[in-house]
């Protein structure tokens, strides 16, 4: 297969992810990642998300019956502060660390 067919095999399955709500209370924030926390960056998305909703998903892998938070720390914050039940995020397989 050339390397454009794999590009494009590859961005095929990139744009299979499909969209969802997950309850906040399901999602686990591994502690290294939790002090990587930005209380200023928290307050400025929280501000976009009242003007503009949240406009790109956090990253979610399953475990057991919650979900573990692979990127998105700051907008699952600020949608904690305006308080959101829910989150908008791309389920996906990642690796454990």
């Known amino acids: 297969m050339s390397t454009s067919g794999d590009l494009k095999t590859w961005y095929?399955?990139?744009t299979m992810l499909k969209r969802e709500n997950f309850a906040i209370e399901t999602i686990y924030v591994p502690v290294k990642r939790r002090g990587t926390l930005d209380p200023k960056r928290v307050e400025e998305i929280a501000q976009s998300m009242l003007v503009n909703g949240q406009t790109t998903p956090t990253l979610l892998r399953p475990d057991g019956a919650?979900?573990?938070l692979i990127e998105g720390l700051h907008r699952l914050e600020?949608?904690?502060a305006?308080?959101?039940k829910t989150i908008v995020g791309f389920r996906v397989d990642a690796r454990k660390h």
């Open 66 to 68: 919650r979900f573990v």
């Open 78 to 80: 600020a949608a904690k």
């Open 82 to 84: 305006l308080g959101e």
């Open 12 to 14: 095929g399955r990139s």
